[in-house]
């Protein structure tokens, strides 16, 4: 029998990114249906990440020493609104918003050598991300980090370049294998002339543009891009991809083919509706179900995110929590490839198992973790051996909740606040077994770290 | 039956039976004793960044070779001649014992359709093996093992080794995952966590949940470190090798093989290749790195009779324009040559045409041979394993190997 209380926590853990011990003692005070809205109510505020300034004096345009200083300075860059984005996640209370703008970076993945086109593209996420799914869409497209990331300054009227056009397709609507190269060639067309000036934004320029007639997915015209991506939108193929992706990432891994489907109609026939989708999820009692709590792995980041939250989890330098995202595989802002993160099991092999399994006893100095990151390809040195990453941690706010006197009543009490599975026969004797070798003074923190340092931890 | 054997009594037998009995499906798949690789053992090192493949082996012969490249050209009086043609830079010193006691050939002109210049995508279609256009989630050394694996068992992670602390795309498979590690020292520093020790002899049988996937996940890890851990303590190289952290990378690995590590692959990666900008001040230094630690590496595993057993291939993900840029360094290019090193080679030398310095495009090599075809005859003929299933479609064998 699921309890209302992990009910709750399920519901945090999933559209936000976890919860303060302060915040669980608070839980009991609102039923489900309040803790919704009040999940949505606090995501209507939009904090853009404003860690850069544009770079550009006003109505300026960027000359080529400029752009060449400014991507020689992005990785750095970008990698410090990286760091501000994870702070942001850590505290803000429009979680679900934020996570959606991790969910949709992730759908409409771009890195580009310039820090403050991914700032810019951040925010239009953020601002789209409880919104209609056909406006992201488009502001999307004609976002200039996507337009330089899939190439389409380069997609000229009498030599177009096809990489938009497929992705669009493959990644971002239909889904491979929904269309026909045909309709990639003749949508890239629809696309010349996208490009963006040396302001950095957005520029239609219509003498490179090819306004003749396409033949696109059993209709012609002369489509614009426009055109080209309300079509996709119209057809219910996108909704299905979109609502699947949605699914695994807030759900479930595994699919469930009737709910799926009718949420993708649902999705459909509100033009797009996220914010409506996200509620229909969250208030659906199967949502709820036993097999969907705690069957997730925690991605990289919301791992980070909730050891912030349960023990103030820090890094003693950025680099190092740079370097800790990077081995376990998700630093946000620099995505592997336009498909973005695969997650699921596709975080987890051994060694970064074995580093999400020592992060807790870590964070207490009971033993180093060394790693290296891979290094850029652009460095010239050597891979360095393998540093230590150290983190600090407060476990204060957690050891107040926890309850008992004897090594099983604490581990029972430490798995009740830390775990989303319920412990098995196997693991609590384990458990039990090693908090007997711990000295008394140290049983409770002991309890609650062992705890955190089991797989099922993982799983939220 | 369900077989109640404890994994780590059964580490300490011999290797051979230890490998059968981990790896069911090797037999299986195959169906006839000559699976298991047959001992043989693959060594895979990416040059990291785009190595400068025209001047590694020099085409020296090719006027159009010094026309391109007035600055940075390898002048004659400095080049290790290989043939008319062809010659070492002199950096690949190292390297002569090797390539004139049989144990290296060179590959050149290979590539892929329709050449992508991005570092990351470039070394993604190297080691999932996909095309240009498609993006594939796993590698192809990764699917190697998934072609192996039965129901519910594939083979340990210690079968495939990065020397790194994160592993690559190379090494994942869709079932399969190879396993990570700087050195056996770092892996077993992850062996203190109590909890990972007392989880470490469960046994389960399917990784259904993700609950049960963690759990087999950490035993596998575990039992794979405690297997590298132990077998690490049994040989200690003799011979010195350079103090490079790539030498050093080539040291754990030789150890292990000397150690009798039933370890089929390994891979490593040298980076410092992304040569823009004055590149001769760097390019040479990369260069010695790799001749001298793969001399160190022939060196020990011959004098320990494992050199014969052993398959060396050395790529990169892309070459780079034959036209010197304004920075007296070179931009990113495309096809590049492809190295092989080993006992038991079964051509020697330089194994195809040279590279075609007029007919360019884009400023680039044409690539006249699919790396992927380098793949096929790795799978087939050194791994014993059905290239097809890898790969998705047939490429054409090479001989470079018999």
Same mark, same amino acid.
């Given at each position: 029998?699921?309890?209302?209380?992990?009910?709750?926590?399920?519901?945090?853990?999933?559209?936000?990114?976890?919860?303060?011990?302060?915040?669980?003692?608070?839980?009991?005070?609102?039923?489900?249906?309040?803790?919704?809205?009040?999940?949505?109510?606090?995501?209507?505020?939009?904090?853009?990440?404003?860690?850069?300034?544009?770079?550009?004096?006003?109505?300026?345009?960027?000359?080529?020493?400029?752009?060449?200083?400014?991507?020689?300075?992005?990785?750095?860059?970008?990698?410090?609104?990286?760091?501000?984005?994870?702070?942001?996640?850590?505290?803000?209370?429009?979680?679900?918003?934020?996570?959606?703008?991790?969910?949709?970076?992730?759908?409409?993945?771009?890195?580009?050598?310039?820090?403050?086109?991914?700032?810019?593209?951040?925010?239009?996420?953020?601002?789209?991300?409880?919104?209609?799914?056909?406006?992201?869409?488009?502001?999307?497209?004609?976002?200039?980090?996507?337009?330089?990331?899939?190439?389409?300054?380069?997609?000229?009227?009498?030599?177009?370049?096809?990489?938009?056009?497929?992705?669009?397709?493959?990644?971002?609507?239909?889904?491979?294998?929904?269309?026909?190269?045909?309709?990639?060639?003749?949508?890239?067309?629809?696309?010349?002339?996208?490009?963006?000036?040396?302001?950095?934004?957005?520029?239609?320029?219509?003498?490179?543009?090819?306004?003749?007639?396409?033949?696109?997915?059993?209709?012609?015209?002369?489509?614009?891009?426009?055109?080209?991506?309300?079509?996709?939108?119209?057809?219910?193929?996108?909704?299905?991809?979109?609502?699947?992706?949605?699914?695994?990432?807030?759900?479930?891994?595994?699919?469930?083919?009737?709910?799926?489907?009718?949420?993708?109609?649902?999705?459909?026939?509100?033009?797009?509706?996220?914010?409506?989708?996200?509620?229909?999820?969250?208030?659906?009692?199967?949502?709820?179900?036993?097999?969907?709590?705690?069957?997730?792995?925690?991605?990289?980041?919301?791992?980070?995110?909730?050891?912030?939250?349960?023990?103030?989890?820090?890094?003693?330098?950025?680099?190092?929590?740079?370097?800790?995202?990077?081995?376990?595989?998700?630093?946000?802002?620099?995505?592997?490839?336009?498909?973005?993160?695969?997650?699921?099991?596709?975080?987890?092999?051994?060694?970064?198992?074995?580093?999400?399994?020592?992060?807790?006893?870590?964070?207490?100095?009971?033993?180093?973790?060394?790693?290296?990151?891979?290094?850029?390809?652009?460095?010239?040195?050597?891979?360095?051996?393998?540093?230590?990453?150290?983190?600090?941690?407060?476990?204060?706010?957690?050891?107040?909740?926890?309850?008992?006197?004897?090594?099983?009543?604490?581990?029972?009490?430490?798995?009740?606040?830390?775990?989303?599975?319920?412990?098995?026969?196997?693991?609590?004797?384990?458990?039990?077994?090693?908090?007997?070798?711990?000295?008394?003074?140290?049983?409770?923190?002991?309890?609650?770290?062992?705890?955190?340092?089991?797989?099922?931890?993982?799983?939220? | 039956?369900?077989?109640?054997?404890?994994?780590?009594?059964?580490?300490?037998?011999?290797?051979?039976?230890?490998?059968?009995?981990?790896?069911?499906?090797?037999?299986?798949?195959?169906?006839?004793?000559?699976?298991?690789?047959?001992?043989?053992?693959?060594?895979?090192?990416?040059?990291?960044?785009?190595?400068?493949?025209?001047?590694?082996?020099?085409?020296?012969?090719?006027?159009?070779?010094?026309?391109?490249?007035?600055?940075?050209?390898?002048?004659?009086?400095?080049?290790?001649?290989?043939?008319?043609?062809?010659?070492?830079?002199?950096?690949?010193?190292?390297?002569?014992?090797?390539?004139?006691?049989?144990?290296?050939?060179?590959?050149?002109?290979?590539?892929?359709?329709?050449?992508?210049?991005?570092?990351?995508?470039?070394?993604?279609?190297? +080691?999932?093996?996909?095309?240009?256009?498609?993006?594939?989630?796993?590698?192809?050394?990764?699917?190697?093992?998934?072609?192996? =694996?039965?129901?519910? +068992? =594939?083979?340990?992670? +210690?079968?495939?080794?990065?020397?790194?602390?994160?592993?690559?795309?190379?090494?994942?498979?869709?079932?399969?995952?190879? #396993?990570?590690?700087?050195?056996?020292?770092?892996?077993?520093?992850?062996?203190?966590?109590?909890?990972?020790?007392?989880?470490?002899?469960?046994?389960?049988?399917?990784?259904?949940?993700?609950?049960?996937?963690?759990?087999?996940?950490?035993?596998?890890?575990?039992?794979?470190?405690?297997?590298?851990?132990?077998?690490?303590?049994?040989?200690?190289?003799?011979?010195?090798?350079?103090?490079?952290?790539?030498?050093?990378?080539?040291?754990?690995?030789? /150890?292990?093989?000397?150690?009798?590590?039933?370890?089929?692959?390994?891979?490593?990666?040298?980076?410092?290749?992304?040569?823009?900008?004055?590149?001769?001040?760097? +390019?040479?230094?990369?260069?010695?790195?790799?001749?001298?630690?793969?001399?160190?590496?022939?060196?020990?595993?011959?004098?320990?009779?494992?050199?014969?057993?052993?398959?060396?291939?050395?790529?990169?993900?892309?070459?780079?324009?034959?036209?010197?840029?304004?920075?007296?360094?070179?931009?990113?290019?495309?096809?590049?040559?492809?190295?092989?090193?080993?006992?038991?080679?079964?051509?020697?030398?330089? #194994?195809?045409?040279?590279?075609?310095?007029?007919?360019?495009?884009?400023?680039?090599?044409?690539?006249?041979?699919?790396?992927?075809?380098?793949?096929?005859?790795?799978?087939?003929?050194?791994?014993?394993?059905?290239?097809?299933?890898?790969?998705?479609? /047939?490429?054409?064998?090479?001989?470079?190997?018999?």
């Amino acid at each position: 029998m699921i309890s209302e209380n992990q009910k709750i926590r399920h519901l945090y853990l999933r559209a936000g990114m976890g919860f303060t011990p302060d915040e669980e003692t608070q839980f009991h005070n609102k039923n489900i249906e309040q803790h919704i809205e009040d999940i949505f109510k606090n995501s209507e505020k939009i904090e853009n990440l404003n860690y850069l300034p544009y770079p550009l004096k006003n109505g300026d345009e960027a000359s080529n020493t400029k752009i060449l200083l400014m991507i020689l300075k992005s990785v750095k860059d970008t990698q410090s609104i990286s760091i501000a984005w994870m702070s942001k996640l850590a505290t803000t209370k429009a979680s679900l918003r934020e996570h959606l703008t991790v969910f949709w970076h992730n759908h409409f993945s771009t890195s580009v050598p310039f820090a403050y086109l991914m700032q810019v593209q951040n925010n239009t996420i953020r601002k789209n991300a409880l919104g209609s799914f056909r406006e992201l869409t488009h502001a999307i497209a004609k976002d200039p980090a996507m337009i330089n990331y899939l190439n389409n300054q380069q997609n000229h009227k009498n030599n177009p370049n096809e990489n938009f056009a497929r992705e669009l397709m493959e990644l971002f609507t239909l889904g491979v294998g929904n269309y026909s190269e045909k309709d990639i060639k003749e949508s890239a067309r629809a696309f010349t002339g996208w490009t963006i000036d040396k302001k950095g934004e957005f520029l239609f320029k219509e003498d490179d543009h090819d306004d003749g007639i396409k033949e696109f997915r059993g209709k012609s015209g002369s489509f614009k891009g426009e055109d080209i991506i309300n079509m996709l939108l119209d057809d219910k193929q996108t909704a299905k991809h979109i609502v699947r992706k949605i699914y695994k990432e807030f759900v479930n891994e595994m699919e469930d083919e009737q709910n799926i489907n009718s949420l993708s109609a649902e999705f459909f026939n509100s033009n797009y509706d996220i914010k409506k989708l996200m509620n229909t999820i969250f208030s659906s009692s199967w949502f709820y179900d036993e097999k969907n709590i705690g069957s997730k792995i925690m991605s990289p980041v919301e791992l980070i995110i909730r050891m912030k939250k349960l023990v103030n989890l820090m890094p003693k330098e950025d680099m190092i929590q740079i370097k800790y995202q990077k081995v376990l595989g998700q630093l946000l802002l620099f995505p592997p490839s336009v498909a973005g993160w695969k997650g699921g099991r596709n975080w987890i092999d051994g060694a970064s198992l074995f580093l999400r399994l020592n992060l807790a006893y870590a964070s207490r100095g009971k033993f180093k973790i060394n790693a290296n990151d891979k290094p850029e390809f652009e460095d010239t040195e050597e891979v360095k051996p393998a540093k230590e990453l150290y983190f600090t941690s407060d476990w204060t706010s957690l050891l107040k909740y926890l309850k008992g006197e004897t090594d099983d009543q604490l581990i029972q009490s430490a798995a009740e606040m830390l775990l989303q599975t319920a412990l098995t026969e196997t693991e609590k004797q384990k458990f039990v077994g090693l908090l007997n070798q711990s000295p008394a003074e140290s049983k409770k923190i002991d309890a609650l770290t062992l705890i955190m340092s089991s797989p099922s931890f993982q799983l939220i | 039956m369900k077989n109640k054997i404890n994994r780590r009594d059964f580490l300490t037998n011999s290797v051979l039976v230890s490998a059968a009995m981990f790896m069911p499906g090797f037999l299986r798949a195959t169906g006839s004793d000559t699976a298991n690789f047959n001992g043989k053992r693959l060594i895979i090192v990416q040059l990291t960044g785009g190595n400068d493949g025209l001047n590694t082996i020099i085409p020296y012969s090719n006027d159009l070779y010094y026309s391109n490249r007035p600055d940075i050209g390898v002048k004659t009086a400095d080049l290790i001649r290989l043939n008319d043609d062809l010659a070492f830079n002199p950096a690949l010193d190292s390297l002569t014992d090797l390539w004139e006691q049989g144990s290296m050939s060179i590959l050149n002109n290979v590539g892929y359709p329709n050449p992508n210049r991005s570092h990351f995508r470039s070394r993604d279609i190297w +080691h999932s093996a996909s095309d240009e256009n498609k993006i594939i989630n796993s590698g192809w050394i990764g699917r190697a093992f998934d072609s192996q =694996c039965d129901d519910s +068992h =594939c083979a340990l992670p +210690h079968n495939a080794i990065e020397i790194d602390s994160s592993l690559s795309l190379i090494l994942r498979g869709e079932k399969f995952s190879g #396993l990570a590690m700087d050195k056996p020292l770092e892996l077993a520093q992850g062996l203190n966590n109590p909890v990972i020790k007392a989880f470490s002899s469960l046994d389960i049988n399917d990784s259904l949940t993700n609950h049960n996937f963690l759990y087999k996940e950490l035993v596998d890890t575990y039992q794979s470190a405690e297997y590298v851990v132990s077998k690490s303590k049994i040989y200690s190289s003799k011979i010195i090798y350079p103090q490079t952290e790539f030498s050093k990378g080539l040291k754990v690995i030789s /150890e292990l093989i000397i150690s009798g590590s039933e370890t089929k692959v390994y891979y490593q990666s040298l980076n410092g290749f992304d040569t823009h900008v004055a590149q001769n001040n760097f +390019h040479p230094r990369q260069l010695k790195s790799l001749a001298e630690g793969l001399n160190a590496l022939y060196i020990d595993l011959k004098q320990n009779n494992e050199w014969n057993n052993t398959l060396v291939v050395v790529y990169s993900e892309f070459g780079r324009r034959v036209k010197q840029n304004g920075a007296r360094g070179t931009d990113h290019g495309t096809a590049n040559n492809v190295f092989f090193f080993g006992g038991n080679l079964n051509k020697l030398g330089i #194994l195809n045409e040279l590279p075609n310095l007029i007919d360019l495009q884009d400023g680039d090599l044409k690539y006249t041979i699919d790396f992927r075809s380098v793949y096929a005859t790795v799978l087939k003929k050194w791994l014993d394993i059905n290239p097809s299933i890898v790969l998705g479609k /047939e490429f054409s064998m090479l001989d470079f190997i018999a």
